[in-house]
Every structure is written in C-alpha cells, then in structure tokens.
C-alpha cells in the first residue's frame, strides 16, 4: 500500500518558535512533498561571478519549510525523517563572508563563487568536477524555548547540523521538545565537504520528499542518523591526498590543517588561496585523526583525488 503524500505549502519562517502555525498535520508513515529555497531566498539571483556581490537583506536569510505537525508526537519521543528524494537546481553559490569561517583571519573579504549545476557535477574553474550530493542544512524538530531562536546555530533538536551524509536513502532520528514536533526543514546544499571549511556548501536551491515515522518512547539527547550503504560511492576509489593538523586544540589543528591543504591546492594545481578555500569547503573532509596523545591532537584534511582533473 501506498503512503499518503502531501505536499508542504507556504509560508516560510526564519525563526525556531513553537507559536509557528502549522502549515500541515501527518500520520506517522506518510510522505511530504517540498520546495526548499536556497539560504538567501534568492537575492544572489542575478549575481554573475567577477560582478560587485549585491548587499544581502539578512532578515531573509535561512528560509524554513513547515512546520509539519506529526499525530501523536509527544515530548520524548523520536521522529525519524527518511529521505526518499534531493533534486539540485541548476545553480549555487558559495561565500567566503567577512569574520566568519574557519580560516576568518585569512580571509577577511567577501567573495562570492557561482556554480552553474548540471545533472549530477559541477565544473570549477578547469581543475574539479564536484560531484553532487544535495542534502538540508536544516533538519530539525521545534525547540521547547519561549524565545524565538534564530535558525542559525545547531542544537540538541537539530535544526542547522550542516551533515552532509543525510542524502538520499539516509534516516534522521530528531528528539521530539513540543506536541507535534513541529517539523523544519531548510538550508539546502548541491555538495559539501565535512567541515563547510569557508562557512558555505554549494548553497543551492532543491526540491523533495521526506517520510515522517514517529518513534514513541524513543528518547535521544540528540539528533542520530543511519546511511543507506557506504558514503560516496565512486569518490572514494581514486584514494585521497591528507595533510595534517597538530595542536593541543582541535580547532587549531583544524586550522592549519585546512591551511596545509589551501597551500597544496595552489602548489599543486595552481589554485589561488581564495579560490582553495572555497573548493576545500565543498570537497575536503576534516577527520578528527587522533585525540588521546596529549597534548597535541590531530586534525587531516582529505582531498579526493578524484575531483580533481
């Protein structure tokens, strides 16, 4: 038998708050349809790349779809969300912004990159073919706060969590704060490397479906999900190229491990830092290497091999 599906209709919200009007009720097991607009809610439209980037209204920014109410979902519980569908627009943008990013420091101007989509890659510059894998920013069941929160930070209910393995086939299990649960969802991304090094995936625009199963008495701390099978499939299979972070904290490590990486993509392929530190947040991975041989730890950056020509 076939589950219901239902398409989400507007408005958008840009806050967490559980006064939202729901836009839709479900049952557990049924689909939901949605239309999920890139995080500037379209205002790089007309942004061509080498073009003055236009100032940005951030009242609009983080446009989120919903929320859904799921029958019977009560605090403690769990919802698990089920990706049956991603489809990409056909652009993106990603952005280096002023004091924001891993690597704010070196890189303390704005800059914008555009990326034109095609059905399953997308070119960058001559030296990479980033393969696609559209996935949402924002996942998440509506915080218990009496005080709207802004989409922006991540939290134990999920919301911005920025984990770019809950692609199609992925399951997102999402602890349940108020009746309802009050599900949003929002932010999508065309591609990201685990660490969104430069504070921006390939920003960009999709539409989906999700299935909405309720766990009752399932409580969790936090937001888990299960893969369908290995991660990238294909990527991988050229092998990668590391280089290593060392420092008695990790956000250091992480640091000159991404700058160890920007210095290779230039020496390498001929990659100017700025346009390394946009491709790195797209395709590189941050791994936590080590962290029990105080008092350094060890952060590698992974570079793919098979991006790059």
Same mark, same amino acid.
């Given at each position: 038998?076939? /589950?219901?599906?239902?398409?989400? !209709? ?6 967490? +708050? *559980? =006064?939202?009007?729901?836009? &839709? ?102 030296? /990479?073919?980033?393969?696609?894998? !559209? ?6 069941? +509506? *915080? =218990?706060?009496?005080?709207? &929160? ?102 250091? /490590? ?19 830092? &700025? ?35």
């Amino acid at each position: 038998m076939t /589950a219901s599906r239902h398409h989400v !209709p507007g408005p958008v919200h840009r806050l967490w +708050t *559980p =006064d939202h009007e729901p836009v &839709l009720e479900v049952a557990s097991g049924e689909v939901v349809e949605f239309d999920a607009q890139e995080c500037a809610a379209g205002q790089l439209d007309g942004f061509r790349n080498g073009a003055p980037v236009p100032e940005l209204d951030l009242d609009l920014l983080y446009p989120l779809v919903g929320p859904v109410l799921v029958e019977g979902a009560e605090p403690g519980d769990a919802v698990e969300l089920e990706v049956l569908e991603f489809r990409s627009g056909t652009w993106g943008w990603t952005s280096v912004l002023p004091d924001f990013g891993l690597l704010a420091e070196d890189f303390p101007d704005l800059h914008v990159h555009r990326w034109e989509l095609g059905e399953r890659t997308a070119e960058f510059q001559g030296v /990479a073919t980033v393969p696609l894998r !559209p996935f949402l920013g924002v996942m998440g069941a +509506t *915080p =218990d706060t009496s005080e709207p &929160l802004s989409p922006f930070p991540p939290g134990t209910f999920g919301g911005n969590i920025d984990t770019r393995d809950i692609t199609v086939g992925a399951r997102i299990l999402l602890p349940v704060q108020v009746p309802g649960a009050r599900i949003m969802v929002g932010d999508p991304h065309a591609a990201q490397g685990d660490g969104e090094v430069c504070g921006a995936a390939i920003e960009a625009s999709l539409s989906g479906a999700l299935r909405i199963t309720l766990h009752k008495g399932l409580t969790l701390p936090a937001p888990q999900f299960r893969t369908p099978g290995a991660l990238r499939p294909g990527i991988e299979d050229a092998g990668y190229y590391a280089t290593m972070g060392v420092a008695p904290d990790l956000m250091q /490590a992480s640091q000159d491990a991404v700058r160890a990486m920007i210095d290779h993509l230039g020496r390498t392929y001929g990659i100017a830092p &700025l346009d390394a530190y946009v491709l790195a947040s797209v395709v590189v991975d941050l791994k936590i290497s080590e962290v029990v041989d105080r008092p350094n730890w060890v952060v590698s950056a992974y570079l793919p091999l098979s991006v790059m020509h």
